[in-house]
């Protein structure tokens, strides 16, 4: 999830693209970024159905500052979204309360602050915070028969740890018998000496930033076609745990994101955060699950975007055509931009304007739907000045090794409503805002 840049800890999560630059306020600022899918695979994909992908206006542009209230999270296809302190004092992280059981049973563990990510797909627990009920997870096999583990991959590290099989309650949905990860149950000396050392090992959940990351992006597996080949799988048979190789998996058998399993609400989810001016000591927040299911979820005059299938879409800023991502799991906008001065100590890879600076960018679907997004970059020392502010609008850094990417991350979502359409059931997946 993030590359760790020395003692700041600074990186980028989502997906593929996913960093976490967080911002511990005692001492660090960090922040979340990513886009993409789970593995290097899947992230490239240029997937999508040929359907519309909910309504596509054939344009559309975000003016002035966005003020959408989030609606009550009190009807059973709700859950609220806090952005605060969180798990590990980490700014701009969207967190949800679920509880994971064992199959079948009211054996359960209710884990908080859990990371909402539209940037990657899968439920992932870190072994540490999720110690009450792992041992009741039975741990799914491979083919071969031995332990099943993944290794997913982001551009700042990875999460290496066994599959599991669990019921998955998330306001009053439920998925039933769905595989996750778990991340960090598995000794160090087991992660594969190839295939899975891109950055640093993520195993608690300190250095997730989270108790854990729901990943609800609008793919419904983690890795999809690519993993069902060994070759080119980010999963892997350990017999009794060890001496672990890559394995197929079908597609039936991956990680998946939860929602999709849901009953009735399951083709997609809505993240609906209240307008923030410049900062605030926390906000709550809804997700929404389906779109168009219930009267609480209708896609209302939103204009849609069809995305990859991994939820990528392009654009351009300041005339420079990017790749563009919406992405929760990003804790500030992040993309190139050599006229915006960087922090000069401790953000460093946070821009840091004299003034607050207004811009814009363009988004484009392909289902040819292009709008404008208005959107202001703050000085990062001073949106992190009071240290005891977690919720920052405006907060924005510098994209690193990406400099075609244009990754809209948390601060985007203030005073908006965000839907993700997932590509599923003959649907074409899509963004609308």
Do not use: H
């Amino acid at each position: 999830m993030r590359p760790m840049y020395s003692s700041s800890l600074f990186s980028l999560k989502s997906g593929l693209f996913r960093w976490l630059a967080v911002l511990s306020l005692s001492v660090f600022l960090a922040a979340c970024g990513g886009g993409g899918g789970d593995s290097g695979n899947s992230s490239v994909s240029s997937g999508g159905s040929s359907g519309s992908g909910g309504s596509s206006g054939s344009g559309g542009s975000s003016s002035g500052t966005p003020n959408a209230q989030p609606i009550a999270s009190t009807a059973s296809n709700t859950v609220p979204i806090t952005v605060g302190p969180g798990a590990q004092n980490f700014v701009n992280i969207p967190n949800v309360t679920v509880t994971v059981c064992a199959p079948g049973t009211s054996v359960c563990q209710t884990i908080d602050n859990i990371q909402v990510d539209t940037g990657s797909y899968g439920l992932r627990l870190a072994s540490d915070a999720a110690a009450q009920i792992i041992t009741n997870l039975p741990i799914n096999q491979s083919t071969s028969g031995g332990q099943l583990a993944q290794c997913t991959q982001f551009a700042d590290g990875f999460t290496w740890g066994t599959v599991r099989t669990a019921d998955v309650k998330i306001g009053g949905e439920t998925a039933s018998a769905i595989p996750v990860q778990v991340v960090g149950d598995l000794a160090d000396s087991t992660v594969p000496a190839s295939g899975c050392i891109n950055g640093s090992n993520e195993s608690t959940s300190r250095q997730l930033g989270a108790n854990g990351i729901l990943g609800v992006g609008v793919s419904a597996t983690d890795c999809g076609a690519a993993c069902a080949n060994a070759a080119t799988s980010n999963y892997y048979s350990c017999p009794s745990g060890t001496n672990c190789s890559q394995t197929a998996v079908a597609v039936a058998n991956q990680v998946v994101n939860p929602v999709t399993k849901f009953a009735v609400n399951n083709n997609g989810v809505i993240v609906q955060l209240p307008p923030v001016t410049s900062s605030a000591a926390s906000v709550t927040g809804t997700l929404v699950f389906g779109i168009g299911t219930q009267s609480n979820n209708t896609l209302g005059s939103a204009t849609s975007y069809r995305s990859t299938a991994f939820g990528n879409l392009s654009g351009t800023y300041k005339g420079a055509s990017v790749t563009t991502i919406v992405d929760s799991g990003s804790n500030g906008l992040f993309f190139s931009d050599s006229s915006l001065p960087a922090c000069t100590t401790t953000f460093t890879d946070f821009y840091c304007p004299v003034n607050s600076t207004a811009l814009s960018a363009t988004v484009i679907g392909l289902n040819g739907t292009s709008g404008t997004v208005n959107f202001t970059v703050a000085n990062a020392k001073t949106l992190a000045g009071s240290g005891t502010n977690y919720a920052l609008n405006g907060l924005a850094g510098a994209i690193g090794s990406f400099p075609t990417l244009f990754d809209f991350g948390l601060p985007f979502f203030f005073g908006r409503y965000v839907y993700f359409g997932f590509g599923t059931n003959g649907n074409a997946p899509f963004v609308a805002f």
